[in-house]
Antibody, heavy 121, light 112 residues
């Protein structure tokens, strides 16, 4: 079965960076893109960006460009998300999601369990 | 920042029918892009509920249905059950600079 298992919760100081990993299994990693979505406490879902797992192409949400980097390791079927220059408004649960293969735009068909990142001094 | 607007909350008694609207614009739903819906139970990750506007993934009860017209989409839940109490989000694509993938503002469904 398809699984996306994320790294554990993290606490960071303002101005620091955080890197969250997402290990996938149960499907061919390079057949589906990976997106990252975050959810601030009590708030809605925010799309952060996408990475093509076959070619490494990326597309980031405009508000996060310059601070966000998504990478993949095809040898371990793992995706990574790094966010730099953290501020308190980056406190959120971060989800990795598998991008489906249906009509454009394809749906996010499988989700990781989420990783809580807390930014606090 | 989201340009997909949903009502903050809807409620209904068990067995009733409720609908959730997702209002967009000509740069997203109105351009013909498909809409997806996600259900987020309390304390859990979201789950795909409806994809490509009208389709249900395997395992999703047929009480859930989706539709689209013009610049809006809707999710209907018929025969509302206590286990349906959750947050629901629509999603589509936007061809403007405001965002490549958009989520709706979210709707809390309460079963009375």
């Amino acid at each position: 079965q398809v699984q996306l298992v994320q790294s554990g919760a993290d606490v960071k100081r303002p101005g620091a960076s955080v890197k969250v990993s997402c290990k996938t299994s149960g499907y061919t990693f390079t057949s589906h893109g990976i997106s990252w979505v975050r959810q601030a406490p009590g708030q809605g879902l925010e799309w952060m960006g996408w990475i093509g797992t076959d070619n490494g192409n990326t597309n980031y949400a405009q508000k996060l460009q310059g601070r966000l980097t998504m990478t993949t390791d095809t040898s371990t079927s793992t995706a990574h998300m790094e966010l730099r220059s953290l501020g308190s408004d980056d406190t959120a649960v971060y989800y990795c999601v598998r991008v489906g293969s249906g009509n454009f735009p394809p749906a996010f068909d499988y989700w990781g369990q989420g990783t809580l990142v807390t930014v606090s001094s | 920042q989201s340009v997909l607007t949903q009502p903050p909350s809807v409620s209904g008694a068990p067995g009733q029918r409720v609908t959730i609207s997702c209002t967009g614009s000509s740069s997203n739903i109105g351009s013909g892009y498909d809409v997806h819906w996600y259900q987020q139970l309390p304390g859990t990750a979201p789950k795909l509920l409806i994809y490509d506007t009208t389709n249900r993934p395997s395992g999703v009860p047929d009480r859930f249905s989706g539709s689209k017209s013009g610049t809006s989409a809707s999710l209907a839940i018929t025969g509302l059950q206590a286990e349906d109490e959750a947050d629901y989000y629509c999603q589509s694509y936007d061809n403007s600079l405001s965002g490549w993938r958009l989520f709706g503002t979210g709707t809390k469904v309460t079963v009375l």
